[in-house]
């Protein structure tokens, strides 16, 4: 099978792993590479399966990306690589780190999905909350109805991403009233993917069942930040899960939603990399 992956920046600079959000949209990586470049940063994008061209797995599970994740790095040769994941991609890299204690040497979770047992159902905003409440009530039915919502995104992009947007916080509505943002989040939609909706889908079911870890098992350091005013993945389980993890450090942003990583990607890994500041 397919495992395939981005790399930006330098390429012979210091390897970082980075997982990005369900869905494959953000971040657009082409945005930075300048800056990977100035601060000497090989960046490392690995495409779950089912995005892109990475062979597609039936049942594939938050824990089930930590052995693929071993076996890049050592087609690489590169060793206990830092790793950045931004929303979607956190289960896998928190599920990683816990089964593989030495894979990574630091773990950064930026507004990070979380797994059944954290989500706050009733404080999530209405199309968010709608989904899950069809997923946890007839999985077979969301399916279907996530595939048509999806085929709908690909075909009216910019539609969707407007009425996604009318029921987010003023800081998520900003991002996608930024034309250059907006068509570059269209482009990756479309790029990854490539195979259809069914991972994107699956991807949204395996959210409502435990994490399959113990996170007492992730004693690396690991640095999260959480915007406020999430109306995706609420503030209240984002602390939860913060308080599960041993070697933690928490911020919040009151003035930042689930969609920061345009903001605030630069000084994330300035802190999680102990870089120069931007």
Not at 34 to 41: S, T
Not at 219 to 242: C, K, N, S
Not at 247 to 267: A, C, I, Q, T
């Amino acid at each position: 099978r397919v495992l395939s992956w981005y790399e930006y920046g330098d390429p012979n600079g210091r390897p970082v792993l980075t997982l990005e959000n369900q869905g494959a949209s953000m971040p657009d990586h082409t945005g930075f590479e300048d800056w990977y470049r100035e601060k000497g940063l090989r960046m490392i994008l690995i495409v779950r399966p089912g995005y892109g061209i990475s062979t597609y797995q039936p049942q594939y599970q938050f824990t089930d990306l930590g052995a693929d994740i071993r076996y890049l790095c050592e087609h690489l040769k590169i060793q206990r690589p830092p790793m950045a994941a931004y929303c979607g991609g956190g289960p896998y890299a928190l599920c990683a780190a816990a089964n593989y204690p030495d894979l990574f040497d630091r773990l950064g979770l930026l507004g990070t999905t979380l797994a059944g047992e954290y989500l706050d159902l009733d404080k999530l905003e209405p199309i968010h909350r709608m989904s899950l409440q069809i997923s946890r009530r007839d999985p077979r039915l969301f399916m279907l109805v996530g595939r048509l919502g999806v085929r709908g995104v690909q075909k009216a992009p910019e539609k969707f991403y407007k009425m996604l947007a009318r029921g987010m916080s003023k800081a998520d509505q900003r991002v996608f009233d930024n034309p250059d943002l907006l068509a570059r989040t269209i482009k990756r939609t479309r790029r990854g993917h490539f195979q259809g909706a069914r991972i994107m889908m699956e991807e949204y079911l395996n959210h409502l069942r435990p994490l399959g870890v113990d996170l007492q098992q992730v004693t690396l350091p690991v640095l999260q930040w959480h915007g406020e005013t999430d109306g995706i993945i609420h503030i209240d389980g984002a602390r939860r899960l913060a308080d599960d993890l041993p070697n933690v450090r928490f911020r919040s942003f009151p003035e930042y939603g689930h969609f920061m990583v345009y903001d605030l990607w630069k000084d994330f890994l300035v802190e999680l990399l102990g870089l120069e500041s931007p």
